[in-house]
């Protein structure tokens, strides 16, 4: 699935595509960020932008190098990446938001919340990657066939591997060794806003372990999991995904963001 065309932003010197729902105007509800992971695009979290749109806003990119966007002339850090979000976001007058990210894209997520607290009030890490403990290329790509033979439907790996040819191999190797080295164990205690880690249960990258880690060691986690599903948890599980979300979101508001940690 995909949304309708977007329109092109730049920033900082990079350009890709926004997809925008319900924008709001000043002074009103905050919105929904949806940030993709490595190689892939827009595409596989659609289904949850429309879905959350039904009551929010909801911004979703296409990143610089991904998703037929122009490839940058060098490598993008994850810092470089949460930058062109925040300026781009600040462009579009948005001024507080709950940022979603899934795989690297939680990466992007943890950065983001780092560098503009006063824009990101919670942040969810979906399929969160990298497990120090599991720091390696070859077991990631093992992982990822594994999850692809028997964990996602033929549907899912449609979009994800279309996605993978799009981006190109040069480009996704050059991204590869960003991802691997970022410190996502370390970045997250650094998280004042709350954080709700989600998997779905049957997702070989992000174990539940690792999960349980994260959401332990933000200063005000929680961990949620969809029972059944796998790494793309918000492409196969789309409802039950928001409305964990939106259920954590409202107790988060609350001062309470340890009571997100439903099960499905």
Known sequence: MRLDEGVAVTANGLTGRLYSSNAPSAGSRQAYVLLHGIGVSHRYLARLHLELAKSAAVYSFDLPGFGGTPRPGHQVTVGGYAAFVAAVLSQRGVESCIVVGHSMGVQFAVELALQAPGLVTRTVLMGPVVDPARRSAAWHALALTRDALFSEPPSTNAVVFSDYFRAGFRWYMTELPVMMEYPLDVRVRGVAQPVLVLRGGRDPIARRPWCQFLAANA??????????????????????????IRGWSGTAAEGSAAAGGAVT
Do not use: K, L, S, Y
């Open 219 to 244: 200063p005000d986690g929680a961990f949620a999991e969809v029972h059944g599903c796998g790494h793309v948890v918000q492409e196969t599980a789309t409802e039950d995904v928001a409305r964990i």
